[in-house]
């Protein structure tokens, strides 16, 4: 990010998540890029006289497919962090493109954590803040499950000091 | 109000009695077909079963339009207002009136003519409303200007009571006058046949007279080719220009009698703290949005509208069951920008000009349309490639859609821009219409910065200020991204600052 003059830049939020989130990654992309390509390599053989250069796509399609299982969890490992203050929740997410979220603590309506089955194979779940606006709500993906027990109680503990209706 | 007999307890009351021949009219509408059809099928196969059907048919309405009358008791309490209503299972709805955000007065043809209003009460939960339908009109109003007046009491910092002269303390605050923003001005009708939105309509309308097209005598096989031959015989060119009059024609009164059912009667004034329209021909609405609620408004120039000069004007509000209120019909843009600076409380926000984004902006916003441009014209070649037909309908088809893609991307880009008034964010945006969205500062909730891979590269992003209000979200679009920061940390301030690097 470049300085212009005096203006503020954003600086990327303190904590990453667990690095178990690699291997989570991994494997949910294994398991939905590999249906995806067996799905075109079945269609490709059982369709009759499907033409021989359909083959080379579905090759192709394995080939980014490799790529994004190889890549896209470490670039995502990157890029996700995380960061709860007194004041407010601040979150970096993506991998080709980027998010940045902001919300005031005090705006902060309800706090969840979710864990999928595969989340708890390698021990992670994910924390969901939401505010009264539809377009706000903030996720920090695959913590590993004690800071995230940790995080959902001081936020509710801090939430629970505010009173207007956070809107 | 009637004090009902029997009454569950201290201080209830029912609705208007008028209600028992509001619902079996009702009741009847409602199943006027297949009573018919019932009727008709009996009288002709037997006569014997008459004297049973006929009072079954008066009686049945009237029993279920009076059981909601019997049911349904509602009162107010010192610090809330209570329904109670159902026949088997009795359910009780309150709501505290320091929650009432808004009370609504709406009335159908038919409670106009019975002199009745129905009452709807908002909390500012989302779908949570209280329903009483119907209560006379002098009730409705009296309690609508109750539960608004109680509410102002509550607040004190909007209205202190001030100590009268004699020593006590006065016990109601000093209602100000009403204040009349804007009333309806039959020189907009003018700007009625601009507004599309009724086209819609009018295509339904179309469906149905081609449904019904099928069983005019026109169009049996005979006269049909005799109207060719007359057609061909006489110019095509003739038809098409009547089809096209009449179209216009047909547009212009459909577009002009809905504005004046809708808007009949328009008034727009500010009262016990709240903005309070009301309009209708037939159906008489009456909305009252609180001020306190109102975030923001937006101002919207379509494309056809900004032609002769008009826009319209919607309030952002929280708490309301749909958040973009339209409290302006289409009318002069002076008016529109008039008024909205009267809600928002400040000059300014409506009219100054935007900080313009920037030529990289410029060119995202050309490349976008003209990535659409290509999908279209992509798709005609696919067409093209598999059916059989002239090359030069996709040459033709990929010019013209370059072309309007081209006017889209520069208007557009035009719409672009943003600002910070005092406590005003200000956005512009649309393609084809100018919209301005001004959000009170106040009212923002988060922001998300969001950038796609190409964005990155060129070191813009798509600033989001997230609110509870309207549409819940404000969009900055394609901004640089040290300016959205910049832009973001000054209408919140300290929000950022510990995430903001040293500088």
């Known amino acids: 990010m470049s300085h212009v003059g005096g203006t503020p830049v954003l600086r990327e939020p303190a904590h990453q998540v667990s690095p178990q989130a690699i291997g989570f990654w991994t494997v949910s992309a294994v398991i939905g890029d590999g249906l995806l390509v067996l799905g075109a390599l079945v269609a490709w053989l059982v369709v009759p006289g499907a033409p021989g250069w359909v083959g080379i796509v579905v090759l192709l399609l394995a080939v980014v497919a490799v790529a994004h299982v190889v890549l896209m969890p470490r670039i995502r490992f990157r890029v996700h962090r995380w960061e709860v203050t007194d004041t407010a929740v601040h979150t970096r997410e993506g991998w080709i493109g980027r998010q940045t979220r902001i919300a005031p603590i005090s705006r902060v309506q309800t706090v969840d954590s979710r864990q999928g089955a595969l989340q708890r194979m390698f021990g992670l779940a994910s924390i969901t803040v939401t505010t009264a606006s539809a377009a706000g709500p903030i996720t920090v993906d695959c913590l590993d499950a004690d800071t995230a027990r940790h995080v959902v109680a001081r936020l509710t503990a801090i939430t629970a000091t505010t009173e207007d209706d956070a809107t | 109000m009637i004090p009902a007999p029997g009454s569950p307890g201290e201080g209830w009351s029912r609705l208007s009695p008028r209600k028992l021949l509001l619902d079996p009219v009702k009741a009847i509408g409602q199943a006027i077909v297949p009573v018919v059809v019932a009727l008709i099928g009996i009288s002709q196969s037997d006569t014997r079963f008459w004297p049973f059907v006929f009072p079954l048919v008066v009686i049945a309405p009237l029993l279920f339009g009076a059981l909601p009358w019997l049911t ?110 804007a009333r309806i001005d039959w020189s907009w009708l003018r700007f009625a046949p601009f507004s599309l939105a009724r086209l819609v309509l009018l295509a ?101 509208m900004r032609l002769v000069g008009g826009a319209e004007l919607s309030t952002l509000a929280t708490g309301v069951e749909d958040g973009v209120t339209q409290v302006l019909p289409p009318c002069p843009r002076d008016v529109a920008i008039g008024v909205g600076e009267s809600v928002l409380d400040q000059p300014g926000p409506l009219t100054e000009p935007l900080v313009e984004h920037g030529p990289k902006a410029h060119r995202r916003a050309w490349f976008r349309q003209l990535g659409n441009a ?39 880009y035009r719409h672009f821009g943003h600002a910070l008034h005092e406590r005003h964010l200000v956005a512009g945006s649309g393609t084809l219409a100018r919209v301005r969205t001004v959000l009170e500062t106040d009212g923002i909730i988060g922001w998300v910065v969001s950038q796609s891979w190409w964005q990155r590269r060129i070191g813009l992003a798509d600033l989001t200020a997230t609110t509870a209000a309207g549409a819940e979200r404000v969009l900055v679009r394609d901004v640089r991204l040290d300016v959205a920061v910049a832009l973001a940390d000054r209408a919140t301030p300290g929000l950022l600052t510990d995430f903001l690097e040293p500088v």
Do not use: C
């Not at chain 2, 093209?384 to 557009?412: C, H, I, Q, T």
């Open chain 2, 72 to 181: 349904t008791h509602y009162r107010l309490t010192d610090s809330q207002i209570q329904v109670r209503s159902g026949v088997l299972n009795k359910t009780t709805s309150t709501a505290p009136l320091d929650r009432v955000r808004s009370v609504d007065l709406e009335a159908s043809l038919l409670h106009r003519v019975l002199g009745l209003q129905k009452v709807q009460v908002g909390t500012g939960v989302d779908d949570d409303r209280i329903t009483l339908d119907a209560l006379r009109l002098a009730d409705a109003q009296a309690l609508r200007t109750t539960l608004l007046r109680r509410r102002e009491a509550e607040q004190p910092a909007s209205a202190p009571v001030l100590p009268a002269e004699d020593g006590t303390a006065a016990p109601v605050a000093p209602v100000p006058a009403p204040a009349l923003l």
């Open chain 2, 204 to 304: 339904g309308a179309v469906g149905v007279v081609a449904q019904f097209g099928d069983d005019l005598p026109i169009w049996n096989e005979e006269t049909a080719t005799s109207a060719w031959e007359w057609v061909t015989q006489f110019a095509v060119a003739m038809v098409a220009l009547v089809l096209a009059v009449g179209g216009l024609v047909l547009w212009l009164v459909v577009s002009v009698a809905g504005y004046v059912v809708q808007w009949w009667g328009f008034r727009l004034v500010r009262e016990h703290g709240s903005l309070h329209l009301s309009s209708g021909l037939f159906t008489t609405r009456s909305i009252t949005v609180e001020e306190a609620k109102v975030r923001g408004v937006e101002l919207v120039d379509p494309l056809l």
């Open chain 2, 374 to 412: 290509v999908d279209v014209t992509v798709v005609v070649a696919v067409a093209w490639w598999f059916l059989d037909f002239s090359w030069l309908w996709v040459l033709g088809v990929g010019v013209a859609a370059l072309l309007l893609a081209a006017a889209a991307g520069e208007a557009s």
